[in-house]
């Protein structure tokens, strides 16, 4: 992590050395110090964790021209089922369709995307598990999982303003392709396991 603290360290001497020798430390000034030095993924995560166990329903907002894996007229639900404090799963129902779970993943410097992609029966489908790492620290409130394919920055941005929206979607060169929006200003009924994770418990951090 790059700091400042050559540039900070010199006047924080000076300071420390002229306060009163019964000054009490400002716990103001502490509690900025902290957030200050949150980093942007871990703030992110923390907003994805504050949802866990709760289910949301959303809309297609946007799609390419011709694509047809959501019908504009489904019903989605997010269910942010498994929270741990290195993976977070959160199934995407599609009307009764059960086969889609986003999969989190948090290393030591970045985050990952997946896509846990089965059949009814609960086998993989073909499809599966594809998804990209963070290039860039990102927000607390927006990250993006992208790689580069022959000169075409593309992959996924995912979006969480905390106690409004939840957004996923597919991106190329920034713009979006897929875009999928859900309203967390009202829970719904938790959804059915998603196929393949009957057993799979829904777990809080």
């Known amino acids: 992590m790059t700091t400042r603290f050559g540039l ?106 997946r896509h846990d992609h089965r059949y009814e029966d609960g086998t993989e489908e073909e499809n599966t598990w594809y998804g990209a790492f963070t290039q860039e620290e990102g927000t607390a409130n927006r990250q993006e999982f992208v790689s580069d394919r022959n000169g075409v920055m593309g992959g996924w941005r995912v979006e969480i303003e905390p106690g409004e929206r939840y957004t996923y979607g597919t991106i190329r060169d920034g713009e979006w392709r897929h875009h999928l929006e859900f309203d967390l200003t009202e829970e719904v009924d938790a959804p059915p396991p998603p196929w393949g994770h009957e057993t799979r418990p829904s777990q809080r951090p």
């Open 8 to 113: 900070l360290a010199l006047p924080l001497a000076l300071a420390v050395a002229c306060a009163p020798a019964d000054a009490d430390p400002d716990p103001v000034a502490d509690d900025t110090e902290v957030a200050a030095t949150e980093q942007p993924q871990d703030a992110y995560w923390a907003n994805l964790q504050a949802l866990c166990d709760a289910a949301y329903a959303g809309e297609l907002l946007q799609a390419p021209e011709g694509d047809t894996q959501i019908d504009p007229d489904a019903r989605l639900v997010v269910h942010f089922r498994e929270c741990g404090d290195e993976e977070l799963r959160f199934p995407l129902h599609v009307d009764d369709n059960r086969s889609r779970t986003w999969v989190f993943i948090r290393h030591d410097d970045r985050l990952e995307l």
